[in-house]
Nanobody, 116 residues
Framework: VQLQASGGGLVQAGGSLRLSCAAS????????LGWYRQAPGKQRELVAT???????NYADSVKGRFTISRDNAKNTVYLQMNSLKPEDTAVYYC???????????WGQGTQVTVSS
C-alpha cells in the first residue's frame, strides 16, 4: 500500500503545475482520493477530493484555478493547478481514503513553490 506523489516544483505566479499521485494496492481502487497541502507554520488543509465516480470537492481558495481528476484504470489522481499564486506555496500531499481504513493513507509530500 503506497501513494507516490510527483510533479511539484518552482513556478512563477500565474504559471501552472500538474501533480500526480499513483496509488498502489487494490484497496484504493474504489476509494476517494484527494490532495491536501501544508504551508510553513500552518495546519494541513484540504485542497480537493474526488470519488471513484468523479464527484469533486474543492477548497474555496482554489475553485476555478485547480482541477482534480483521476484515472481509475491506473489508480492515479491528478491535480492541475493554473493561475498559481504565492499563497499556494506549500507541501502538497495526496491521500487515499478507503472506507474500511480509519484515517486513510497519506503519500509523501511534494513541494510547490510559487514565486512572485
Amino acid at each position: 500500500v503506497q501513494l507516490q506523489a510527483s510533479g511539484g516544483g518552482l513556478v512563477q505566479a500565474g504559471g501552472s503545475l500538474r501533480l500526480s499521485c499513483a496509488a498502489s494496492g487494490s484497496i484504493f481502487r474504489f476509494a476517494p482520493l484527494g490532495w491536501y497541502r501544508q504551508a510553513p507554520g500552518k495546519q494541513r488543509e484540504l485542497v480537493a477530493t474526488i470519488t471513484f465516480g468523479g464527484n469533486t470537492n474543492y477548497a474555496d481558495s482554489v475553485k476555478g484555478r485547480f482541477t482534480i481528476s483521476r484515472d481509475n484504470a491506473k489508480n492515479t489522481v491528478y491535480l492541475q493547478m493554473n493561475s498559481l499564486k504565492p499563497e499556494d506555496t506549500a507541501v502538497y500531499y495526496c491521500k487515499g481514503s478507503p472506507s474500511n481504513v480509519a484515517g486513510g493513507y497519506w503519500g509523501q509530500g511534494t513541494q510547490v513553490t510559487v514565486s512572485s
